[in-house]
Structures are given as structure tokens and as C-alpha cells.
């Protein structure tokens, strides 16, 4: 059984900078895809970024130059470095990741930019 579990979300000031991680129980060289999406009240889930497992790196419009992408083996965890925050960067973050069409959920963690 594989799962995800996020950490790292917190409340930050404007431009401030945050670090979530994903820590994987299985090992993580096996997915496809692993990418972070964020959600917003009253808004629908939002795909952020996204890795694929040939290395390339995929980012929404809103987050390009600011946020980064990247994981680490040998941890079994992928990161979302984010920097130079804005107030509608608050959201929750989830981790998400898939293997030969089956996905994988964290259970999310909040974070919240005032300004």
C-alpha cells in the first residue's frame, strides 16, 4: 500500500518562502508523474506543478519562476519549493503521484500567505 503525507504548510508573510514535502511509504522511482495541486475556498483543485519521471518539470502559469519542483530518491520525498508568496497562494496543497494508472492522494496541508 502506498501513501502520501505531506507537511511543511504554515502561515507566511507576502514573499515570504515555504518548503512542503511529500514523503512516500513506497519508493518513489516507480511513478509516472508526481505533482502538487492546491485548492483554494470555494475554488476547484488546481494542478501547480508537475515532474515526470524522465526528470522534465511542469509548472501553472501563476506559480512559473516562483515555485520549483523536486524530489530526493534515497528519502522517498518530493518537495514544492515556494518563493516570493502572494496572499493568493493560500490554499490547501496536496501531493499527488500515479503508477500505471493508479493514483495517490496525501491528505493535504494548509498553507496560508497574509499580506
Known amino acids: 500500500q502506498v501513501h502520501l503525507v505531506e507537511s511543511g504548510g504554515d502561515l507566511v508573510q507576502a514573499g515570504g518562502s515555504l518548503r512542503l514535502s511529500c514523503e512516500v511509504s513506497?519508493?518513489?522511482?516507480?511513478?509516472?508523474?508526481m505533482d502538487w495541486y492546491r485548492q483554494a475556498p470555494g475554488k476547484q483543485r488546481e494542478l501547480v506543478a508537475t515532474?515526470?519521471?524522465?526528470?522534465?518539470?511542469e509548472f501553472a502559469d501563476s506559480v512559473k519562476g516562483r515555485f520549483t519542483i523536486s524530489k530526493v530518491d534515497a528519502e522517498n520525498t518530493f518537495y514544492l519549493q515556494m518563493n516570493s508568496l502572494k496572499p493568493e497562494d493560500t490554499a490547501v496543497y496536496y501531493c499527488?503521484?500515479?503508477?500505471?494508472?493508479?493514483?495517490?492522494w496525501g491528505q493535504g496541508t494548509q498553507v496560508t500567505v497574509s499580506s
Open positions: 499527488h503521484a500515479n503508477r500505471m494508472a493508479v493514483e495517490y
Open positions: 513506497g519508493t518513489i522511482f516507480l511513478f509516472n508523474a
Open positions: 515532474m515526470h519521471d524522465d526528470g522534465r518539470t
